[in-house]
């Protein structure tokens, strides 16, 4: 966001000035030809501008909101509300360019999908809706699971993507800009059906979590596994715990190594690049940013800040991620103390009042603030930046929903008594296993340990490497 020069309270969130940029270009092209000739490489503002060519092949599109639209698929299925259905084939062509680069969960697919090991499970999720989680929802569908599903953001549904799902007989009810209404609106969709209750959770923030905890207790008891994947999420479950009110087994997937040392660190190191200079076209050599949290998240954001040459600071409230930072030699400070000379401000914490209306008064003409951590409590206004602006590697995607995957038939198929009434990590073995599945993409050939060296170790030759405490 910026603050206007001459109301210095002006606050622009940075998916609005995506959205007009977007709209500006598409309107340069006034036939559905030209539009759908558009070539890809050419304009890498994929998911986002491509949702938009999309979206505006019929003005009145914008004007009537999806709920209140009659839309069914190619079976004659009403079961889903998306934007326009008629998007599914170009969505289809999203999902299918995201499969090459996600060959692990490909795998898995294949692997799997003669057991069926998600026979018989009805999952509802609430994750982001793009093309790299569609591959991971047909891949519960392969692998025998029924789902319905709805979007953890509402602004970064692929609206072509959620069509294709749609079509392809997935009960999907989301679509990019959804109001705060809409958004609890198609989380009760998914959940209250007619004939169908759900036996597992996939979540991404805990928000499903809470919804069905708080108005459908009775089917919140039934269910048999949570899947959570954002610190949000988590934090929320642990309370549940602590307060003795979970009563089904969760999995912790954001704690997991994979999630954490991969989806955290990596992909944003890419992402948050990509998604201020999508929005801003800022140039990031001698810029002052201060980066509030060093966790994983902050850790990637931080690295590429740094190789572009801008000077970082880093807020903390954790003395070992402090530390770190000094080491990796970044300046920690107070917020206050900085907030007057900065020109980007990004949260990473998955806290709330990060940035406050206070703060907000203080900066300097056109700062930046934009928010990576998934909670959208870290600024007084403000979403994720960079599934909101922007799109993220779909390699690294692959990863989580792997694990995803895992956890969901670990929680599924696991004997009475494995999993009680608490919040779980992922067996270390799971992590190590989707590990191995991505390592094939890069060639690279893992040594052996002898039948000596894993006794000296005291390791299985096979694995776990590492103890379950290792993050």
């Known amino acids: 966001m910026r603050l206007g020069q001459k109301n210095r309270t002006l606050v622009c969130l940075l998916w609005q000035i995506q959205f007009a940029d977007d709209m500006q270009?598409?309107?340069?092209?006034?036939?559905?030809?030209?539009?759908?000739?558009?070539?890809?490489?050419?304009?890498?503002?994929?998911?986002?501008?491509?949702?938009?060519?999309?979206?505006?092949?019929?003005?009145?599109?914008?004007?009537?909101?999806?709920?209140?639209?009659?839309?069914?698929?190619?079976k004659g299925s009403s079961n889903f509300c998306v934007k326009n259905i008629k998007q599914a084939e170009f969505g289809r062509r999203e999902i299918e360019i995201a499969e090459q680069d996600m060959s692990a969960l490909i795998s898995l697919r294949k692997r799997a999908q003669g057991e069926k090991p998600l026979a018989g499970a009805k999952i509802v999720g609430c994750t982001h809706i793009t093309a790299q989680t569609a591959v991971l929802i047909e891949t519960l569908c392969a692998l025998g699971a029924q789902c319905?599903?709805?979007?953890?953001?509402?602004?970064s549904t692929q609206n072509e993507v959620a069509a294709?799902?749609?079509?392809?007989?997935?009960?999907?009810f989301a679509w990019k800009g959804e109001s705060e209404d809409d958004f609890w609106w198609c989380i009760d969709r998914c959940v209250n059906m007619d004939g169908w209750q759900a036996n597992m959770i996939l979540d991404d923030g805990g928000d499903l979590t809470h919804w069905v905890y708080k108005k459908y207790p009775n089917v919140f008891k039934k269910i048999r596994g949570i899947v959570e994947e954002s610190v949000t999420g988590v934090h929320r479950l642990y309370q549940l715990s602590k307060a003795g009110k979970l009563c089904v087994p969760a999995m912790n997937v954001n704690d997991s190594v994979t999630k954490q040392k991969f989806d955290n660190l990596y992909c944003c190191r890419e992402s948050i690049l990509d998604g201020l200079k999508r929005t801003t076209d800022v140039m990031f050599g001698g810029k002052q940013v201060v980066v509030c949290g060093y966790g994983e998240v902050g850790k990637g954001c931080c690295a590429a800040l740094k190789a572009l040459g801008a000077i970082v600071y880093i807020t903390e409230i954790d003395p070992i991620c402090a530390l770190q930072a000094c080491m990796d030699g970044f300046r920690v400070v107070k917020l206050n103390e900085v907030i007057r000379q900065v020109d980007v401000v990004i949260t990473c914490t998955g806290n709330k009042n990060v940035v406050t209306r206070e703060h907000l008064d203080r900066m300097k003409n056109s700062c930046i603030v934009c928010n990576m951590g998934h909670s959208n409590t870290e600024i007084d206004v403000g979403r994720l930046l960079n599934l909101s602006c922007s799109t993220v590697p779909t390699f690294v995607l692959s990863i989580t929903a792997t694990t995803q995957a895992l956890a969901l038939i670990e929680l599924y198929n696991a004997p009475e008594g494995r999993y009680k009434q608490d919040v779980y990590l992922l067996p270390k073995k799971m992590d190590e296993y989707v590990a191995s599945l991505h390592l094939p993409s890069f060639d690279a050939h893992l040594t052996e340990l002898t039948d000596d060296q894993a006794k000296y170790l005291g390791l299985n030759k096979n694995g776990p490497f590492k103890p379950n405490y290792y993050r």
């Not at 949702?51 to 709920?67: H, K, L, Q």
């Not at 319905?148 to 602004?155: D, F, V």
């Not at 294709?164 to 999907?172: D, F, K, N, Q, T």
Request: glycine residues 2%; charged residues 25%.
């Open 164 to 172: 294709a799902l749609a079509e392809a007989g997935v009960a999907v």
């Open 148 to 155: 319905r599903w709805s979007a953890c953001n509402i602004y």
């Open 25 to 74: 270009e598409f309107t340069k092209f006034p036939t559905k030809t030209g539009r759908r000739s558009l070539s890809r490489s050419i304009s890498q503002s994929s998911t986002d501008s491509y949702s938009s060519a999309a979206s505006y092949t019929d003005s009145s599109d914008d004007e009537v909101s999806p709920r209140e639209k009659q839309q069914t698929n190619s």
